[in-house]
């Protein structure tokens, strides 16, 4: 079974920064595209960024020049630094990937999720 186990998440003033990250565990062979989501109360999940196993990223139009998405693929682990925040960054942020198990078997995993909270 693969997890993902994100961290980082808390309290920030606007303008802040924060760097999330998230850990897959379990019998992986390999992960394809690693992405953050987010969503904030009473709005559907969003998708902010996503990055593939060759490095080629991608931004919600909301957090381009704001948020970088990076991988360390021997430690199978993606981050999502976060700067200038705002107060609309406020939610709760979740990891997700997918790829193949060492029984080949193809996951697509979500985390838990980690609360970012951005106020004065």
């Known amino acids: 079974q693969v997890q993902l186990v994100e961290s980082g998440g808390g309290l920030v003033q606007p303008g802040g920064s924060l760097r999330l990250s998230c850990a897959a565990s379990?019998?992986?062979?390999?992960?394809?595209?690693m992405d953050w989501h987010r969503q904030a109360p009473g709005n559907q999940r969003e998708l902010v960024a996503a990055?593939?196993?060759?490095?080629?990223?991608t931004y919600s139009d909301s957090v381009k020049g704001r948020f970088t998405i990076s991988r360390d693929n021997a430690k199978k682990t993606v981050y999502l630094q976060m700067n200038s925040l705002k107060p609309q960054d406020t939610a709760v942020y979740y990891c997700h990937g997918d790829g193949t198990t060492a029984f080949g078997i193809p996951f697509n995993a979500w985390g838990q999720g980690t609360l970012v909270t951005v106020s004065s």
């Open positions: 379990g019998s992986i062979f390999d992960i394809n595209a």
């Open positions: 990055i593939t196993s060759g490095g080629t990223t």
